[in-house]
């Protein structure tokens, strides 16, 4: 397949922007990477694309993602999310779905309260849509901090964490209306000391006790009875050549186990930014945290969610896929705080950033939470204790 950065046009100006008030980016929605967090939020700029229905304070829907999210989390403008949400949001996490506004405000309190000291800087947004239909923007966060006031990670030891997050937005005049977020709490956890295992039994057990189940319905939807995997991938979701390409080897990598086509895809100097903060170098180094991976849930199935991508200001293009795999624990993987295999079956929620330049990958980010599969296998376990416990007793 020919490869071309082969985005979507950017939105003409509504109105030009005056040239000292919009360097770097002359007129053009804004880019995360080279810019500094003030020029980010500038003050007095005009639109550069439509953003009809949107508060006056925002240029461009880049220029609305950062800003809202600085004002909601570093800044403690948490009534924000009344005029950003709205009150029927359906808010997405690896463990939990949030259904309304008020929700969405206790838990954002929440977190402010455990880390106050936690300060979420914009690593860059992929985006795309309009003000008509709706925009759809993707927005990898890495946050530090200090873990300095009690909360919902027990008592504070004052340790120093990095994690980092995407949250997936659908916004349509103003308003976020769903959303989806992936926090790498499994390297939060670790960075701060914590007994891994018996905070994810805690989980498990409340959930548990509010009435949630994993409910294992059987094989995956890999393979349908015994047919070979799907020789093509589904690119109904993708817009540009550039989506297809990379929906096209995520398949053949993932789900028909075609590593090999790594030589092909990433450049030798890749680097690749993943879950635990980890940071690797090279194609060899990408193939083996890809079979790591597959290696714990063989049987999963990889289905992308949502696939976007804009031009980067470093050149070349950045793509954003937000996916799901789903299957059981049956082998031995990367992931080591999972233990050996448990049969247990697990959804991984993750989203991707890749950057290609010259037709391969240079950089990727990719955020699971390593954390959210360990308390779901514990959720199985403590599940299956009253029938070991009723064999006993008979």
């Known amino acids: 397949m020919a490869l071309t950065d082969e985005t979507p046009t950017l939105p003409k100006a509504a109105k030009a922007a005056p040239k000292r008030d919009d360097a770097p980016f002359n007129g053009e929605v804004m880019n995360v990477e080279r810019a500094d967090f003030q020029e980010l939020v500038p003050e007095g700029r005009a639109p550069v694309q439509g953003m009809d229905g949107f508060d006056p304070c925002y240029s461009d829907i880049v220029d609305y993602i950062v800003r809202c999210t600085h004002k909601i989390w570093d800044e403690r403008d948490v009534g924000l999310i009344y005029t950003h949400y709205t009150h029927n949001i359906v808010l997405h996490t ?223 293009t950045k793509v954003a896929v937000r996916w799901v795999m789903e299957g059981h624990h049956l082998g031995f993987g990367g992931l080591t705080s999972l233990g050996d295999p448990t049969g247990k079956r697990v959804q991984v929620m993750g989203i991707s950033h890749y950057h290609y330049k010259d037709g391969k990958i240079v950089d990727e980010w990719t955020v699971y939470d390593e954390l959210s599969l360990l308390v779901q296998i514990r959720m199985a376990q403590l599940a299956d204790k009253p029938c070991s416990e009723e064999v006993l007793d008979n």
């Open 94 to 316: 690896p463990m939990a779905t949030i259904y309304d506004r008020e929700a969405v405000v206790r838990d954002t309190i929440q977190r402010l309260v455990s880390l106050p000291e936690r300060r979420g800087m914009a690593t860059h947004v992929v985006w795309g849509g309009d003000d008509k239909e709706g925009f759809y923007t993707s927005h990898l966060v890495t946050g530090s901090g200090r873990y300095t006031q009690n909360g919902h990670y027990g008592p504070a030891n004052g340790r120093p964490f990095v994690s980092r997050t995407v949250a997936d937005c659908m916004i349509h005049r103003n308003k976020i209306y769903r959303e989806w977020v992936v926090s790498d709490q499994m390297a939060i956890v670790r960075q701060l000391g914590l007994d891994v295992d018996a905070y994810a039994e805690r989980i498990a057990m409340s959930k548990l006790a509010a009435g949630q189940t994993v409910l294992d319905i059987g094989e995956t939807g890999l393979m349908l009875g015994q047919y070979p995997v799907a020789e093509k991938a589904d690119l109904s979701i993708a817009r540009t050549d550039l989506e297809r390409h990379t929906l096209t080897w995520l398949h053949d990598s993932f789900n028909r186990k075609m590593f090999g086509c790594y030589r092909d895809v990433y450049a030798p100097t890749v680097m690749w930014h993943g879950p635990l903060m980890k940071e690797l170098y090279g194609v060899a180094s990408v193939t083996h945290q890809a079979l790591g991976l597959v290696g714990a849930f063989p049987d999963a199935q990889f289905a992308p969610q949502h696939i976007c991508s804009t031009p980067c200001n470093e050149g070349g």
